[in-house]
Nanobody, 114 residues
């Protein structure tokens, strides 16, 4: 049974930073692809970033140069460092394990004020 628990969301000002964390249990983040998605109000869920098992990373265009996905194998966590935040980054951010079946966390709210 895979469980993913996100934390670190909150309120930030435009230009500020937040660091999200995903604590995983029932899986090993060093052996699977992990990712972050987000869903803004009235919008579809969209990919933010992926880190594959070998450590390679993939970013959505809006995240390049601002967000960094990483993992801590010892802590079995995946993080998303978010810098230079914009109001349109406001969304619920979800951690996911990119396997079949796919597993999701409950999400953590990020709100960016102008």
């Amino acid at each position: 049974q895979v469980q993913l628990v996100e934390s670190g969301g909150g309120l930030a000002q435009a230009g500020g930073s937040l660091r999200l964390s995903c604590a995983a249990s029932g899986t090993d983040v060093s052996r699977v692809a992990m990712g972050w998605y987000r869903r803004a109000p009235e919008k579809e869920r969209e990919l933010v970033a992926i880190i594959e098992s070998r450590g390679t990373t993939i970013y959505a265009n809006f995240a390049k140069g601002r967000f960094t996905i990483s993992r801590d194998n010892a802590e079995n966590t995946v993080s998303l460092q978010m810098n230079s935040l914009k109001p349109d980054d406001t969304a619920v951010y979800y951690c996911t394990q990119l396997t079949v079946p796919q597993w999701w966390g409950q999400g953590t709210q990020v709100t960016v004020s102008s």
